[in-house]
């Protein structure tokens, strides 16, 4: 049977038309702001795309919470703070291992990322108050483990019923004198969707861990890498390589890290910022305080790590370094080249969708082009106009009354530590050299002309686009993934990796051309039918008939 021709016949106008054909008038205009096709000449087509707004109720989306983003995302990775969820049991337990993020109980074998702790609120909690039963947990955590760091994160009822989570902390922290206790106000409401936990994260991680080690840390060419949470082992994966090059990495932020690890971060010379999204604050911040530039990394594809490490040697710029990087890369390449060769003979020319967080979207366009396939469509749940558009519509960014409910934080040079890591001079020399600091340029310009980018895709739109357009693979979340599979076409995990991964660095981008050339090889979804397809009138009796 002939395969039914796809795709390219359909004018992006089309389908974007298509995908708002259903939707009321009032809910039509608001998405059709929120479905840009790419450069777009058009004249009715948006210039700029409308993302970080509320999800019109209704709306199945793929979107999670506040809390998901400051508790699971940014603290959840690091492995020897205890974290506690002060609410109902549900919000911990569907934060309880849910993301893959991998750690290493390293030496001191301090890792409490198997445990799952809550205040297990009752009703009784939520009429007379849950503080003191939050008192009790503290104490209860700080006596079994003895921890370097306490965090308490709110859930919805916390805020509604005005629990002062952060009193608790301070007391406790006081009484226990060797702990670090604070907490987050992160109520599941607090903002459109994750990312505005991802904002409070980072908010306090600054405000009461970073810069509580006062022992400099030793090591020849020192970063942070922010924004890389170790799914996967993706982290174990970069720290490889970094150490391979003779690249000392401070602090993560989060993957597999620690609480000394945030409390050093500002040792490093250089932040090299993976998530943009999730973690910008941060490396905003260091810079400010501390005089630590920030560049944008990414380390998903090959030839994207790479590029990021000779992003980092070049600010370096020591020819010991140069060298080492340039000889890493070219073993590394020799296997990735390998099966890239390989692969490529069966998905060149196939083609993708990509519907992820804040980052995902874009980094993973990188690795699909290595292996010659095309992006078809790909948008953000979460993230902002930069991350479409680039760094310089921020001046732009409406503040509505959700962003301003996100507190902004001052941050000052520090009298004794603020130590600007070059000179004017050299900062100039580098720029004058192409060289970009604290610039991201977002998804949109690495996307071809007609693509369409869409963002907070929701389950109907989803479902409409793989069958007017079939790609030979889906990428997008677990919510996603069953419907589409029965849609006939292949579903790729890009939160969790399904139970994939690494995919970051060199030997990610191996493992990952192998496992996506198996998955859009396979037949296997497009031939499954189920029973009511294949005999649509059964009939049934009861048995008492
Ligand atoms: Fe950054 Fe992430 Fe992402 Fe993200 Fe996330 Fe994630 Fe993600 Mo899931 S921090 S924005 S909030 S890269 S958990 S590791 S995969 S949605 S694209």
Known sequence: ????????????????????????????????????????????????ILANVRTIPGIITMRGCTYAGCKGVIMGPTRDIVNITHGPIGCAFYSWLTRRNQTDAGEDGENYMTYCFSTDMQDQDIIFGGEKKLEASIQEAYDLFHPKGICIFATCPVGLIGDDIHAVAKKMKAKFGDCNVFAFSCEGYKGVSQSAGHHIANNQVFTHLVGE??????????????GEYNIGGDGFEIDRILKKCGITNIATFSGNSTYDQFASAQYADLSAVMCHRSINYVADMLETKYGIPWIKVNFIGAKSTAKSLRKIAEYFGDKKLIDKVEAVIAEEMMEVDKVATDVRTRTDGKTAMLFVGGSRAHHYQDLFAEMGMKTLSAGYEFAHRDDYEGREVIPDLKVDADSRNIEEITVEADPELYNPRKTPEELKALEEAGYQFKHYAGMNPDMDKGTLIIDDLNQYEAEKLVEIMKPDIFCAGIKEKYSIQKTGVPMKQLHSYDSGGPYAGFQGAVNFYKEIDRLVGSKVWSYMKAPWQENPELTGTFVWE
Not at 24 to 33: G, L
């Open 213 to 226: 080690n006062e022992e400099p840390k030793e090591g020849e060419y020192k970063i942070n890498l922010l």
């Open 1 to 48: 049977m002939a395969k039914t021709k796809k795709v390219v016949q359909l004018m992006p106008t089309d389908i974007k038309e298509e995908l708002l054909a259903k939707y009321p008038p009032k809910v039509a205009r608001k998405r059709a702001k929120q479905i840009m096709i790419n450069e777009a000449t058009e004249s009715e087509a948006p210039s700029e």
